[in-house]
């Protein structure tokens, strides 16, 4: 890929700077030997100006360097992972702004300690090797850091939707279902809407949904195995994109390979906005409200709600992330989505997210997630009901879950179901708060002890609980740590000694 004129006048500077520091010359020194301000190879070294033809002559004969070899584009060995990351999308592609983040101010970091943060860069981009993230993974783990610094509420994304109700005069009283939403798409923005036919196009299995650009409207394909809330959410999301003329758009998001950050960014606009009509935010903190009242947990309850609004178990978990923060400043908040296959005995974390972080259950590679947690559990209980023929309905369970290591506890709802339409695959989606003064305050079943408590950890290779009976592994990174710190210890103890 080719720089454009920013990476170019950076990979000059960078290359300047180092052939400067590796001679043993200071900025005052270049600067006699070239006649060039100090203050002007700063700003060159700063990938800030580019020197004419002239200067670039005595920069190179003050550095004993050919012409050629300073004007190239290529890094030398120590430069490399820079190089890599400026020929790369990334850093034209993310909204640097959306984190504060001026891109002159990231060109002059990279030219501040090239060496070192080339090292760094280079251990980003291993590790990412070693893992197969690809961009698009990168671009998620960006998306997801943006959510979370915001406690995943966005104020212009409630007032976008807030318009849209008012617009077309719906009632706050009216939960909106698929068939409502999608005549607001056939009537207001021309769309088509068809079934996924599965026998003539059997690579489409699988795909929830397909917009397809036509010269005289837009074609919506639905996958014929979602149920009416997962339509009515796919209709809505579709809704979010024409009403807020979010034009770079992802078509689907099966299997999503976006081709810029922008993209994964636009469906989470409008995904949230989905939500938000769907989910009416003053309604669900009302319902939130008498449903904390309680003397008990009632999942029934809880099913019923998600039942009432037309929505799925991980769009309500998700706007529970919304609403629980603004409405009832509970926010140490965690989500995560399990997918596991009937019968075996591998959970793959799918999604997360955290907000204002105290405990953190993150994703790990290569080692086991606690088989204690409810998000696990909940999984295995469905496959024995599948297995036995006696599921039914959407499970819901609760735990409060105390974590070994930090001894917070966590109030968790897991919900369990299959995952239309892929056969045999199992999802659960979880909502945990951490457990303090407030959040009992707020939510009164929580102070009876009703709920089964249970002592968790993150992963079986960090877990001190021995005698753990669900234990999947041992707790080798643990016991690495226990010995450096054994270790440690020593040195101190020899380093005090006369």
């Keep these: 890929m080719p720089l454009n004129q920013d990476n170019i006048r950076l990979v000059f500077g960078l290359k300047l700077k180092q052939l400067r520091l590796d001679k043993s010359l200071s900025l005052s020194d270049l600067s006699q030997k070239t006649g060039l301000s100090i203050s002007y190879i700063n700003e060159i070294e700063k990938g800030k100006k580019y020197p004419k033809s002239d200067k670039i002559i005595a920069l190179a004969s003050a550095l004993d360097v050919d012409y050629d070899s300073l004007v190239s584009i290529k890094l030398s060995k120590k430069l490399e992972p820079i190089s890599e990351l400026l020929q790369s999308n990334i850093l034209t592609e993310l909204p640097l702004d959306l984190f504060g983040i001026d891109p002159a101010d990231l060109l002059e970091m990279l030219s501040d300690a090239p060496t070192k943060l080339s090292a760094f860069i280079g251990t980003l981009i291993e590790i990412a090797r070693n893992y197969n993230m690809s961009v698009e993974q990168f671009y998620f783990s960006a998306l997801r850091t943006y959510q979370e610094m915001y406690d995943n509420y966005f104020e212009d994304l409630e007032e976008e939707a807030d318009a849209f109700l008012t617009q077309f005069a719906i009632p706050e009283e009216l939960i909106l279902d698929d068939k409502y939403l999608a005549d607001l798409l056939v009537k207001n923005y021309e769309y088509e809407i068809q079934f996924i036919d599965e026998k003539k196009y059997p690579e489409l299995v699988g795909i929830r949904s397909l917009l397809v650009h036509r010269s005289d409207k837009l074609r919506l394909l639905v996958s014929p195995q979602l149920d009416a809330n997962q339509r009515a959410f796919v209709y809505g999301r579709e809704l979010g994109y024409q009403y807020m003329k979010l034009k770079n758009r992802l078509n689907t998001t099966h299997l999503v390979e976006a081709e810029s950050f922008e993209q994964l960014l636009n469906n989470y606009k409008a995904s949230y906005f989905a939500s938000a009509i769907i989910i009416k935010g003053n309604i669900l903190a009302r319902k939130l409200s008498e449903f904390f009242e309680q003397p008990y947990f009632d999942a029934d309850a809880l099913l019923n709600l998600i039942e009432y609004f037309h929505s799925t178990p991980e769009s309500f978990c998700y706007r529970l992330s919304n609403i629980l923060p603004k409405h009832f400043g509970i926010s140490q908040l965690f989500f995560l989505r399990f997918n596991n296959y ?23 590679r ?9 998000a696990l559990t909940i999984l295995q209980e469905l496959a024995d009901l599948q297995q036995k023929g006696q599921y039914h309905y959407t499970l819901c369970r609760a735990q409060i879950s105390h974590y070994i290591d930090t001894q917070d506890k966590y109030f968790v709802v897991s919900f369990a179901k299959p995952m239309s339409p892929t056969p045999n695959l199992n999802v659960s989606v979880s909502m945990g708060i951490r457990l303090d003064d407030n959040v009992r305050s707020k939510i009164k079943f929580l ?34 740590k226990r010995k450096n710190e054994a270790i440690r210890k020593a040195m101190t103890k020899l380093s005090s000694e006369r």
């Excluded at 290569?366 to 409810?374: L, N, P, S």
């Design 447 to 480: 102070n009876t002890g009703q709920i089964s408590t249970r002592e968790v950890n993150e992963t079986c290779e960090r877990c001190p609980s021995f005698d753990c009976k669900e234990r999947m592994a041992a707790p080798t990174v643990l016991q690495r």
């Design 342 to 364: 009937a019968g075996q005995n591998r959970f793959d974390l799918t999604k997360e997210m955290h907000i204002a972080r105290k405990h953190n259950p993150h994703t790990v």
């Design 366 to 374: 290569d080692e086991h997630y606690c088989r204690r947690w409810v």
